[in-house]
């Protein structure tokens, strides 16, 4: 991958910390009811990828996967100082080879990134994804 130190790897390969990934949820703004406990649970659950500065985790992606025809891409984030290297690319073509053989993968984003999506090969539907969000 790209720069001196810069790395995308899969979490089965290199483990990604837990509260390395609530780090960068907080820069987004995103997820802030998340424990350590929940995202450790959620990296043991299903297919992940960390982006890498040297020891520093700059980005991330993960799959929920049934683990034979279907898997849906959530939380693809990446650092601020580390965007327009090309590490969301990396991390979704790394998360796509982990996701090898399955017949289909969606990934939920914001309408402003479905120029990126599409030049990795991912079509807008017209399904419409709803949310029913429960309150912790």
């Known amino acids: 991958m790209g720069g001196a130190g810069l790395t995308v790897e899969p979490h089965r390969i290199r483990p990604i910390p837990p509260d390395s990934?609530?780090?960068?949820?907080?820069?987004?703004?995103?997820?802030?009811?998340?424990?350590?406990?929940?995202?450790?649970?959620?990296?043991?659950?299903?297919?992940?990828?960390?982006?890498?500065?040297?020891?520093?985790?700059?980005?991330?992606?993960?799959?929920?996967?049934?683990?034979?025809?279907?898997?849906?891409?959530?939380?693809?984030?990446?650092?601020?100082?580390?965007?327009?290297?090309?590490?969301?690319?990396?991390?979704?073509?790394?998360l796509n080879a982990e996701l090898a053989g399955l017949d289909v993968v969606s990934v939920f984003f914001h309408r402003d990134l479905e120029g990126f999506y599409g030049s990795l090969g991912y079509v807008p539907t017209k399904q419409v994804c709803a949310h029913l969000r429960r309150p912790r």
């Open 21 to 94: 990934v609530l780090r960068l949820f907080a820069e987004v703004g995103w997820w802030p009811d998340r424990t350590a406990g929940d995202v450790a649970a959620v990296l043991g659950s299903g297919p992940a990828v960390g982006a890498w500065d040297g020891d520093q985790l700059v980005g991330f992606a993960r799959a929920i996967s049934d683990g034979r025809v279907r898997a849906y891409i959530e939380d693809v984030v990446v650092a601020g100082s580390h965007r327009q290297a090309g590490l969301g690319r990396a991390l979704i073509e790394t």
